[in-house]
T-cell receptor, first 113, second 113 residues
């Protein structure tokens, strides 16, 4: 069984560019969660999605950040007009339903020049 | 919202000894408490979890205890081995429909050979 797949593993962007992070959940999992981890800190919840629906985006910054989980294809976390403070590791987790353990991918490390 | 505190931030133990990591949470509605192990450059790996209807759970050398009255839960690792060295995170989440995980700030565990 393949685990949660995230790509790219590393992403470098210049200030003002757009960053797109992809997450393919485990097979059979229809719930996806995005978390952000700053160096030497714990993970912070950003957004929780099911297929074609955003369930909880309470941790997502109001501007520049968006997320989707289309009927077909991976979940996408999009950051527009990136700034230095967006540099972090972004992790995706999936579960088969909302009451089951979340399993994480190995993350995308985003660096902003 | 939920707040999870984790102690200690660093822990060094001799190989073969036991390690204990403690967490407290603030939201009495939280009912699911997973523990994750994170190795360098990797995503968090679920190692054990416990729900609020259970006071203790054990899986080989790893055990978790939960005290709902005190809003306190702990991870116990016995007979530690060098491969146990990693950063450990506790987390808490609420009832179905509020599944986002709130993480502690992590404990860096070092096993001294």
């Amino acid at each position: 069984n393949a685990g949660v797949m995230q790509n790219p593993r590393h992403l470098v962007r210049r200030r003002g560019q757009e960053a797109r992070l992809r997450c393919s959940p485990m097979k059979g999992h229809s719930h996806v969660y995005w978390y952000r981890q700053l160096p030497e800190e714990g993970l912070k919840f950003m957004v929780y999605l099911q297929k074609e629906n955003i369930i909880d985006e309470s941790g997502m910054p109001k501007e520049r950040f968006s997320a989707e989980f289309p009927k077909e294809g991976p979940s996408i976390l999009r950051i527009q007009q990136v700034v230095r403070g967006d540099s972090a590791a972004y992790f995706c987790a999936s579960s088969p339903n909302g009451n089951q353990p979340q399993h994480f991918g190995d993350g995308t490390r985003l660096s902003i020049l | 919202g939920e707040n999870v505190e984790q102690h200690p931030s660093t822990l060094s133990v001799q190989e073969g000894d036991s390690a204990v990591i403690k967490c407290t949470y603030s939201d009495s509605a939280s009912n699911y408490f997973p523990w994750y192990k994170q190795e360098l450059g990797k995503g968090p790996q679920l190692i054990i979890d416990i729900r609020s209807n259970v006071g203790e759970k054990k899986d080989q050398r790893i055990a978790v205890t939960l005290n709902k009255t005190a809003k306190h839960f702990s991870l116990h690792i016995t007979e530690t081995q060098p491969e146990d060295s990693a950063v450990y995170f506790c987390a808490a989440s609420g009832a179905f429909g509020n599944e986002k995980l709130t993480f502690g700030t992590g404990t860096r565990l070092t096993i001294i050979p």
